[in-house]
C-alpha cells in the first residue's frame, strides 16, 4: 500500500494538522486504500484529518509516497485532528524539517502557476 499526503495553500498560508501520537505537526495524509487513485486518496486523507475540501493542481512522488499541491477549500466537517495555517513551517514537526523544506518549496511554486 502506497502513501500520500497533501500540501493546500489558503493565499499564502498552508494548512497542517497536529498528530497526537507522533507529538508535531505535519501535512494531513495516510494509506491509499487498494484501487483508489493519488488524488481521491489524497481528498479522502485530507478531509478525514482536518476536515477540509481541497482542490489538487499538482502531484509528484517524493521519497516513497505521492505529494500532492493543493488549494484549500471550504470545511464540510471535523476533522480527526486539530488543525491550523502557518505561513511557515512551526517548530514542532512530526518528522525532520528537511523532509518539509523541499515539498513546501515544490507546492508553493506549483499553486502560485495556477
Not at 489558503?10 to 507529538?23: D, I
Not at 495516510?30 to 493542481?57: F, L, P
Not at 505521492?66 to 486539530?82: N, S
Request: charge should be negative; glycine fraction near 8%; include cysteine.
Amino acid at each position: 500500500m502506497s502513501t500520500v499526503y497533501t500540501v493546500a495553500f489558503l493565499g499564502n498560508e498552508f494548512l497542517m494538522v497536529f498528530n497526537p501520537k507522533r507529538n508535531g505537526w505535519e501535512m494531513p495524509g495516510g494509506k491509499m486504500n487498494d484501487n483508489e487513485s493519488v488524488t481521491d486518496a489524497a481528498e479522502r486523507e485530507y478531509t478525514e484529518e482536518s476536515g477540509y475540501a481541497i482542490d489538487i493542481v499538482s502531484v509528484k512522488e517524493a521519497d516513497g509516497c505521492h505529494v500532492c499541491a493543493a488549494i484549500l477549500k471550504d470545511k464540510k466537517a471535523d476533522g480527526e485532528m486539530r488543525s491550523e495555517m502557518f505561513a511557515e513551517l512551526p517548530g514542532n514537526l512530526a518528522f525532520e524539517r528537511s523532509e518539509y523544506d523541499g515539498v513546501l518549496e515544490w507546492a508553493r511554486s506549483v499553486r502560485e502557476r495556477k
